[in-house]
């Protein structure tokens, strides 16, 4: 298993990998709607790549098995995020086959690195029943919850 950061050499790659993401959430997408979302998504990470969007790869056999993105917000600091940046963990997904594997636990825990070493107060995401107990594992705690998700945070600060 390599674990590695996204670079704009894997742009395509993260745009397929966020329409495998949701076709894994069964989330249907029209032709048109497709070419609109793909083309937004092809601007914003040529824009925002390693600066306010991060994505954690993991490899295995040379193929891409898992992944987890991170999109960084900045905003006035206040008590509760108090160096005015927080972060949302976004498109874990793991392929069927790979599953069981640590690998979006792997993913997961690079993302929470570049979290503390871009100084973000705090990351948070919202978790599937069956994501839980991972998210759990790793330190996340639950904010919310309701019949389908659940808000979970970890606090950096």
């Known amino acids: 298993m390599t674990i ?6 894997d742009i395509d790659t993260l745009v397929n990998l966020r329409f495998d993401y949701f076709a894994a959430e069964q989330w249907e997408v029209s032709p048109a709607q497709r070419e609109a979302i793909e083309a ?25 098995v898992s ?23 976004m498109n874990v997904l793991t ?16 993302l929470i690195d570049i979290a503390r070493e871009q100084n973000l107060s705090y990351i948070e995401l919202l978790s599937s029943a069956a994501g839980r107990p991972l998210y759990q594992k790793l330190g996340f705690v639950e904010t919310a919850r309701d019949e389908h998700l659940t808000e979970m945070k970890f606090m950096l600060v």
């Open 4 to 9: 590695r950061m996204a670079t704009p050499n």
């Open 40 to 64: 937004s998504l092809r601007a914003y990470y040529t824009e925002q790549l390693n600066r306010n969007f991060f994505a954690a790869l993991v490899e295995d056999g040379g193929e891409i």
């Open 67 to 89: 992944t987890a993105f991170l999109a960084v917000f900045v905003r006035p600091a206040n008590m509760a995020f108090p160096t005015g940046k927080i972060g949302t963990v």
């Open 95 to 110: 392929y069927p086959a790979h599953r069981r594997k640590g690998y979006a636990a792997a993913a997961v825990r690079a």
